[in-house]
Nanobody
Framework: QVQLVESGGGLVQAGGSLRLSCAASGRTFTNYVMGWFRQAPGKEREFVAVHSWTGGRTYYADSVKGRFTISRDNAKNTVYLQMNSLKPEDTAVYYC????????????????????WGQGTQVTVSS
């Protein structure tokens, strides 16, 4: 049974930082991309960032570029999202996801390109 479990969410003031983690288990994720999405109240879930299987290639939504950093430890089947300079508009439930296998075009940003999803972790940024 595949499981993705997020952690690290919480309440932070604007300008602060949080680091989210997502531990994956239940299968091998060779050639799978790992991504983060988020859903704010009353809005649709949107893409945040994605990390390739190898090579350290990353792709970000424009809204978080320069503030968020996605990283991945394949030995631990874990993906991270370092979030700096947080803004109130970053408030959302953050979901990690795994999709693949993909052998090209690691910049997967559509939800239907992902097969497995975590349960989400709440991030609240106060002004």
């Amino acid at each position: 049974q595949v499981q993705l479990v997020e952690s690290g969410g919480g309440l932070v003031q604007a300008g602060g930082s949080l680091r989210l983690s997502c531990a994956a288990s239940g299968r091998t994720f060779t050639n799978y991309v790992m991504g983060w999405f988020r859903q704010a109240p009353g809005k649709e879930r949107e893409f945040v960032a994605v990390h390739s299987w190898t090579g350290g290639r990353t792709y970000y939504a424009d809204s978080v570029k320069g503030r968020f950093t996605i990283s991945r430890d394949n030995a631990k089947n874990t993906v991270y999202l370092q979030m700096n300079s947080l803004k109130p508009e970053d408030t959302a439930v953050y979901y990690c996801a795994a999709g693949g296998p993909y052998y090209s075009n690691y910049a997967r940003s559509r939800q239907d390109e992902y097969d497995y999803w975590g349960q989400g972790t709440q991030v609240t940024v106060s002004s």
